[in-house]
Antibody, heavy 119, light 113 residues
Framework: QVQLVQSGAEVKKPGASVKVSCKASGDTFTPYTIHWVRQAPGQRLEWLGWINGDNGQTRYSQKFQGRVSITKDTSANTVYMELRRLISQDTAVYYC????????????WGQGTLVSVSS | DIVMTQSPDSLAVSLGERATINCKASQNVLYSSNNKNYISWYQKKPGQPPKLLIYWASTRESGVPDRFSGSGSGTDFTLTITSLQPEDVAIYFCQHYYTTPPTFGQGTKVEIK
């Protein structure tokens, strides 16, 4: 079973960008779709987008379209999520998670990365 | 987007008793071609990521104790914890994966009475 390890906490100013990494061990990303999900304080979990671990196809939530990019470095077995033009409401814990290619329930999760946005 | 609404927001149950959590989808999530409900359930404890408990509305993930069960079809779903244990204190979320975007319920906090 794949284990996911995310990069550490980030503090950013409004308008900046953040890039969070998610490294797989125990398996490659190839058999999986890798998603990014966040949870802001007091809010429900919110899906940002996914990348196919095999062909690199991506799909994003309309809410974040144009602000989020998910990429992968196959040689590093790492997936990245970049969120641009940060606002205070982007303060949240960001998780990567895996699913199968077709059915998107989330089987494995990273430990989470706290992104704080404050002036 | 499909809206997932859970009830109650919180509940307190005595050790060894049953906890029942409901989840309602704003539209049908039963796919007729395979007769599967595109619903999953997760457990979340403070400082930990969510843990998958149930998928296809009623299929228990490997390693999940059999006191956890899921049921329902169409728009109405239930997660039941029979014989609540101390380690079950957590927040529980439902999620649909019928369409994009997948969305989550607001969570139900389960405590010991």
């Amino acid at each position: 079973q794949v284990q996911l390890v995310q990069s550490g906490a980030e503090v950013k100013k409004p308008g900046a960008s953040v890039k969070v990494s998610c490294k797989a061990s125990g398996d490659t990303f190839t058999p999986y779709t890798i998603h990014w999900v966040r949870q802001a304080p007091g809010q429900r979990l919110e899906w940002l987008g996914w990348i196919n671990g095999d062909n690199g196809q991506t799909r994003y939530s309309q809410k974040f379209q144009g602000r989020v990019s998910i990429t992968k470095d196959t040689s590093a077995n790492t997936v990245y999520m970049e969120l641009r033009r940060l606002i205070s409401q982007d303060t949240a814990v960001y998780y990567c998670a895996t699913s199968g290619w077709v059915f998107h329930y989330f089987e494995n999760w990273g430990q989470g990365t706290l992104v704080s946005v404050s002036s | 987007d499909i809206v997932m609404t859970q009830s109650p927001d919180s509940l307190a149950v005595s050790l060894g008793e049953r906890a029942t959590i409901n989840c309602k989808a704003s539209q049908n999530v039963l796919y007729s071609s395979n007769n599967k409900n595109y619903i999953s359930w997760y457990q979340k404890k403070p400082g930990q990521p969510p843990k998958l408990l149930i998928y296809w509305a009623s299929t228990r993930e490997s390693g999940v104790p059999d006191r956890f069960s899921g049921s329902g079809s169409g728009t109405d779903f239930t997660l039941t914890i029979t014989s609540l244990q101390p380690e079950d204190v957590a927040i529980y979320f439902c999620q649909h994966y019928y369409t994009t975007p997948p969305t989550f319920g607001q969570g139900t906090k389960v405590e010991i009475k």
